[in-house]
């Protein structure tokens, strides 16, 4: 069993920046393609950004392509999201997710296996 913790949510004002950790624990952790979700109020899961197994491959989605960026350190057992020139359409709780097939369809979050409990952020203005 893996178990994923976020971290590095607030508060923010419009055109700042926020980094994400996501610590892995109970598992392999270079067994999995890693990714984050976003989920506001009312509002499915959304696909934000996914990070391949050995961290040389990534994917945003469009909305956050050039403000976002993922990374991983697999020693350290973390997945990173750096959010800069944050927006207030970005405010959600966002959550860390692995997936042991995830470029089968790496923007579906039905296709990872373990999720954290989410942390939220907030984009003010």
């Known amino acids: 069993q893996v178990q994923l913790v976020e971290s590095g949510g607030g508060l923010v004002q419009a055109g700042g920046s926020l980094r994400l950790s996501c610590a892995a624990s109970g598992g392999t952790f270079s067994s999995y393609g890693m990714g984050w979700f976003q989920q506001a109020p009312g509002k499915e899961r959304e696909f934000v950004a996914v990070?391949?197994?050995?961290?040389?491959?990534?994917y945003y989605r469009d909305s956050v392509k050039g403000r976002f960026t993922i990374s991983r350190d697999n020693a350290l057992n973390t997945v990173i999201l750096q959010m800069n020139s944050l927006k207030p359409e970005d405010t959600a709780v966002y959550y860390c997710a692995a997936g042991s097939s995830t470029f089968i369809d790496h923007t579906n979050w039905r296709r990872y296996d373990y999720w954290g409990q989410g942390t939220q952020v907030t984009v003010s203005s």
């Open positions: 990070i391949s197994k050995s961290g040389g491959i990534t």
